[in-house]
């Protein structure tokens, strides 16, 4: 026995001994790419020394003798501490994760490559003006020195994901930048996804359709055509739509399709005299963040902000003139034509002027571990064609029909980053809106503040629509029909603009903007019904604002949303009958009503209320349309307030969704929302407990900061992610937008990942922050140092001052021009 435990023990200890070495290895691999910020290089590609400054945030300050050597240098940081990211996103953008990743990630390539988003961006690489393509030149050889260094001096391939993936890392060309331009415009926009559902709903009833999805309150919207009278044949279906989930993926469904704040206030609602703005951008939260914080100094002085590796521009941020802000305009660029197939020849379609062939291109998609796919690639007139099994189309094409898409953002010509940069380079609010003419996509909502005023323009480019056309974009539509074509774009003239407005404040929370007519409207539905309420009340009861009641607001949790409804859901419920004994069912529902009576609607992390009032909220809606909807309920992963508002204040008769249809009793809207309170509180008391006082909204809705590659990998992932309990919620100004589904449908996937407030009364105390850390290395301690700022609602200076940058450097390095002395 003796001899046994001997060789057990010695086992053992070569086991923990082995593990050891083998983490060591790892560790010390994984960290030679880790950047020594101190260290100088001799590099091809600059006119002069540039020196760059890293502060305390670990924020970058590139100062150059010419534009051109500070671009060189921003390629050159971006890629130091971001290059898997840069890399992920040119590969996402090209239709290359399958290369790395397998048979997962073909069926967003096959996408990418039916867009061609990649092929459009280098053709609009000649369409730049002389300035930006000078730009794109000199930030791609600043990314590309750093790859060389990586490669000749063993800096670990230049992230530890390499050693797990493909190392192969082609150089960079200027088309990567504007491909991951593109890919910002895909992921803002979600008309593709609402065309769909909303043709879907009115297959099945028309009432479905208004109550479910209705126009955002407003003047002057048309009615909603029945889409089966625009699409014979279509059979009507309540399947689910299919869920695959791909970090990677850049599709966005209708809540997570591009959200943000942004607005600004004049001097004369300012207390100390100068314009203020603020802006925070939502988007899925990442680690790292997809924003990386950096200053250069350009030719025409100090530039400050938020940028996306990979872009060498501040998009938003503020030089020593001027600061802007952006905010998803929500504009409906995107439109779904169903192009007639010739039933004796499927590759030719109908036009008005007869039957026309498509144009074909044959793609093949390397597959990792798998034979390669190839694909044909078909365009109409009217755009790409997408299969059926891309955004359920299936479901809404009609037989011998396919699906064509068109979108602004498949412009070959496409001048958008000629207008970042210029944007960046305007010293004046005049200059912005300049700034902004041949903007493209992202369509975005850019809030503008110099010192003496302010305004809000919607930058991108608006589809001209006949006034005749068939669903006016709401629904697709015959593609062969020429009131269902787009005619070209609407002037710039012609978009929504704000300037000086007489009280003093501009901004946009993604709500409904303009109240226009179609076809000139934006969009028939918008981004935000909710936020706007809070932040109009914020605005307006404060005669003048400061920094700190900016930076108040862009931290606010109170629901809005959560105000309106439980007035409405709990009015025949409250404090109602005798008090149920300790430990049953109606107890428990009955003290979740009464924390529920005191709450003022804020979702702080500490309280249960925003817990019960989540979790009842998404069981009433769940019971209010699953027994119409059956699967295709699923689809509505997110409360949606204005329908629960239409059904509980009973408009156009929407409450008869209390009503359960296979039942024949007649149930009241009150029964249904008990039902729901019983449901919410019994899922909650299974998984918190039965004392309802120790609830915790933050235990449940967690920032969910995670690495899209190795964030679900087992003891990886606890390396990797970056999670930590949050305030906010779907509807708060500080948005909290919940996952909506699966085993934690109140964990915290979007949100802000950047947040600015300029003063212009003192620029230098101007302030911004990124949710996790600048450096996209999990070894390094910047990877999430900024996140614990970010979740306290801290920030760090935002200053032009170099002084102050090298006071406080935590490094500082120098890129000298190979064989000066």
Known sequence: MATVFRWLLRIFTGLVVLAAAALGLSYYFASRSLPDYDEDFRVTGVTAPVEIVRDTANVPHVFGASDSDVFFALGFVHAQDRLWQMTMLRRTAQGRLAEVFGTASVKTDELMRRLDLYGLAVKSVAAQDET???????????????IGIVNEEAKGRGAPEFFLFSNE?????????????????????????????????????????????????????????????????????????ERVHNPLSPVATMPFAGASNAWAAAPNRSAAG????????????????????????????????????????VLTGRNAGLGWGISTAWLDDQDIRMEELNPADPERYRTQDGWKPFVNRRSIIEVKDAPPVTVTLRWSDNGPIIPGSHFDLASVTPPGHVAALNWTALDPADKSMTSAMKLMHAQSVEDGIEAGKDFVAPAQNVVMADAEGIAMVMFGAMPERPAAMQGQGRLPALGWKPENRWTGRMPYSDNPRFLNPEGGIVGNTNNKTVDRPFPNHVAFRWGDTQRVQRWTRL?????????????AAQLDTVSPAARTLLPLIAADLWFTGEAAPTGTQERLRQTALEVLAEWDGDMNEHLPEPLIYAAW?????????????????????HVEPLFIERVYRDIDGASRWCDVMQSAPIETCAEVASLALDDAVLELSERYGSNVESWRWGDAHQAAQDHPVLGRTPFLKWVVNIRQSKSGGDHTLDRGLTAGNGDEPFLNVNGAGYRGVYDFADPDSSVFIISTGQSGHPLSRHYDDLSVLWRRGEYVPMSLDPELARAAATGIMVLTPTGTP
């Open 132 to 146: 930006t393509k000078a730009a794109l030149e000199a930030y791609a050889k600043g990314v590309n020195a750093w």
């Open 169 to 241: 890392i082609p150089y960079w060309q200027p088309a990567d930048s504007i491909a991951i331009l593109k890919l910002m415009a895909m992921r803002a926009t979600g008309q593709i996804a609402s065309e769909v559902l909303t043709a879907r709903l009115s297959l099945l009833s028309q009432d479905w359709a208004r109550d479910l999805m209705p126009d955002v309150p407003g003047k002057g919207v048309a009615a909603l055509p029945p889409y089966a009278s625009l699409m014979p044949g279509v059979k009507r279906s309540f399947a689910a739509l």
């Open 274 to 313: 100068g314009s203020l703005l603020a802006n925070d951008p939502h988007l899925d939260l990442s680690a790292p963040s997809l924003w990386y914080l950096a200053r250069l100094e350009l030719e025409t002085g100090g530039v400050i902000g938020g940028t996306i590796p990979g872009i060498p521009a």
């Open 539 to 551: 605005m307006q009861e404060r005669e003048v604002h400061s920094r700190e009641s900016f930076i």
């Open 617 to 637: 909220v998404r069981a009433l809606q769940n019971r209010l349309i699953r027994d119409e909807l059956g699967p295709l309920a699923d689809s509505f992963s």
